[in-house]
């Protein structure tokens, strides 16, 4: 069963009332949604997800609960665009939860396990045509080397994608094992011994994938246009770069311009509307029951005016 990581305290700083209307961006299982869900009897939550799999899932769970929710089948990069749809210009809560879904990793034939063999795919959603066969296949090398070590912070970049190119010219790399072997004999077996040596470029892979560091970027910066005085956005993240992209975003709004702060009083204009209210990690015990949780961080940020 998929555990929501940092439950108890998503729940306490989006600040729920009874009548807030709240976005969960990433509803996956359902988790987060169905607890949130409970505390709003007279509100409204919308979620988005992509993955028929999971909205089926959390639709049976919702129900239970009760029908003020709408799931929106769609990328979270269209928040915007999908609330406007539903005449909604303000919330008062958003959450994103940017992990891959237990769930999603554990199912062998979506291709996102480097430990079950399956059709290299790792799409979100499977409607799209660019997938992980594509990308192992067709990337050039300085590309291939550019997303292990971006995205997936590899340091045996280099040899793995030559072994990659050098393995496809003799047939093209098929299964997610196909690829495991490939990386195994890539690196050192010292390295092999660490941790398993397929993770990171798994991950650099299913980022590029479903370009998930533009959606996210793109998607934060409309939720902040989207949440009302005093509402919240709570963001978790497993991954450096996207907790990069979430800390910088959160800072370039909530401080004030370096240029106005010698003036003895800063116009109410030049006030920043936002403030950074929390930057969490999981607790021992959250750790100790879900260790999927160790890299998860916590950032929230509120509309002050």
């Known amino acids: 069963m998929h555990k929501s990581v940092l439950l108890d305290e998503c729940l306490e700083y989006l600040n729920i009332k009874e009548e807030s209307i709240i976005v ?9 949604s169905s607890n949130i869900l409970k505390k709003i009897k007279r509100g409204f939550l919308f979620a988005f997800d992509q993955d028929e799999e999971a909205i089926n899932s959390s639709k049976k769970r919702l129900d239970e609960i009760s029908d003020n929710y709408e799931i ?36 062998g034939d979506r291709g996102f396990s480097f430990h079950k063999d399956a059709r290299l795919d790792m799409r979100m959603d499977t409607s799209k045509p660019f997938s992980a066969y594509k990308l192992v296949n067709t990337y050039e090398y300085k590309d291939l ?5 971006n995205y997936g912070e590899e340091k045996y970049s280099t040899s793995i994608a030559r072994n990659i190119i050098k393995e496809r010219e003799k047939k093209p790399i098929e299964t997610t094992l196909e690829l495991v072997e490939i990386i195994k004999n890539s690196v050192p077996e010292k390295y092999k011994r660490e941790k398993h040596p397929a993770r990171k470029v798994f ?8 370009n998930e560091l533009g959606v ?44 106005l702060k010698r003036l003895p ?6 006030l920043p509307k936002y403030k ?4 969490i990690k999981p607790s021992k015990k959250e750790l100790e029951e879900n260790p999927r949780a160790r890299s998860a961080k916590l950032r ?3 509309r002050v005016r």
């Open 265 to 270: 009083v800063i116009p109410e204009e030049y």
């Open 276 to 279: 950074v209210v929390a930057n």
């Open 145 to 149: 080397v550019r997303i292990f070590t």
């Open 24 to 32: 969960d961006c990433t509803l996956g299982y359902g988790g987060h």
């Open 72 to 107: 929106i089948k769609s990328n979270f990069e269209n928040i915007k665009e999908e609330l406007y749809k539903r005449n909604i210009k303000k919330v008062n809560g958003i959450l994103y939860d940017i992990g891959v879904s237990s769930p999603q990793l554990d199912e």
């Open 203 to 210: 991950q650099a892979i299913r980022i590029e994938v479903n």
């Open 216 to 259: 996210f970027e793109h998607s934060l910066k409309d939720a902040l246009d989207l949440i009302d005085i005093n509402g919240r956005i709570c963001v978790i993240t497993f991954h450096s770069l996207e907790d990069k992209i979430c800390k910088d975003i959160f800072k370039s709004v909530s401080e004030i311009d370096s240029n």
């Open 300 to 302: 929230v940020i509120e």
